[in-house]
């Protein structure tokens, strides 16, 4: 006898950020990204662009910089085609964030996720009460930033000094308090086993965790050896009348809904809804939707 319903399955959601001023992906295709990030226009590399770029070559030819791409995973270089500045910012709804050119593709920030942020932001104020955030894998701090800004107490965690420095000057650009979030430099699982042996726990956690990276002191992380363990854990300190968990998934051969499947393994007791879908950027040139990453949310009602 059947065990499960075959008619009811998740409906897999798409995510955009339509309300950026100082970010815009121009064009896309043949495995690269045309972008304005504030004045700046950069290319990067994007194997997920399959398609054909729609602008001509002169609109590409338009640009700052471009990331030439090493045949390494992760290696390459940034290309100037004319005189860039060390970091320049740009903002969005308030909040504001420095960007620089560095050792690999990124700027500092992850223009796609600002959907999540403004979820994370709505939740909080919803909710109308303290809430406890905790941010693993914080990187830079947006999202850590965008909660602090609606009035959480946020922890924000990541295992590079170089990334919660920049954090740190995010928070300061915004004019947020100092006191609005608790800066870690620590690996995430151990950090949450230790939260849980000390009976702390959090409204909101948010996990944004790569396919690969490594901890403080060398810890190796894997995202299908880790991430089991690390969900099971965050599940420990959801505090009793946690409001809502946000996972979000780059560079890994997985949907949405093997997030989707983990927060429904460890939510099963507790209630709420679960969605899941796929983050995306769109383009100017021809308003098709570039698939960014994986996202899966809980929340509680």
Known sequence: MAMFNTTIYPKIEIMTSPDWIDYELIDSGEG??????????????????????????????????EFIPSPEENGGHWKPFHKIPESWNIQYKGLSFKLMFSNSKQLGIFPEQACQWDWVQERIRMAKRPMRILNLFGYTGAISLAAASAGAKVTHLDA?????????DNQSLSSLQADSIRWMMDDGLKFVQRESRRGSFYQ???LDPPKFGR???????????????????????????????????????????????????????????????????????????LSMAVYGRWQKN
Request: proline share 3%; charged share 25%.
């Open 204 to 206: 909101g956690i948010i």
């Open 160 to 168: 590079s000094k170089k990334a919660i420095q920049w954090a740190k």
């Open 32 to 65: 690269r990204k045309l972008e304005r990030f504030g004045n700046i226009r950069v290319i990067r590399p994007e194997a997920e662009a399959v398609w054909k770029c729609l602008l001509p070559a002169s609109e590409w030819e338009k640009v700052d910089a």
């Open 215 to 289: 901890g403080p002191k060398g810890e190796v992380w894997e995202f299908y050896k880790g991430f089991p363990e690390l969900v099971q854990a965050c599940r420990s300190i959801l505090a009793a009348d946690a409001d809502f968990m946000l996972i979000t998934a780059y560079a890994i051969k997985a949907s949405s809904l093997t997030l989707n499947n983990s927060l429904s393994e460890i939510t099963r007791s507790i209630g709420g809804s679960i969605s899941n879908g796929e983050v995306c950027l769109q383009d100017r040139s021809g308003g098709r939707l």
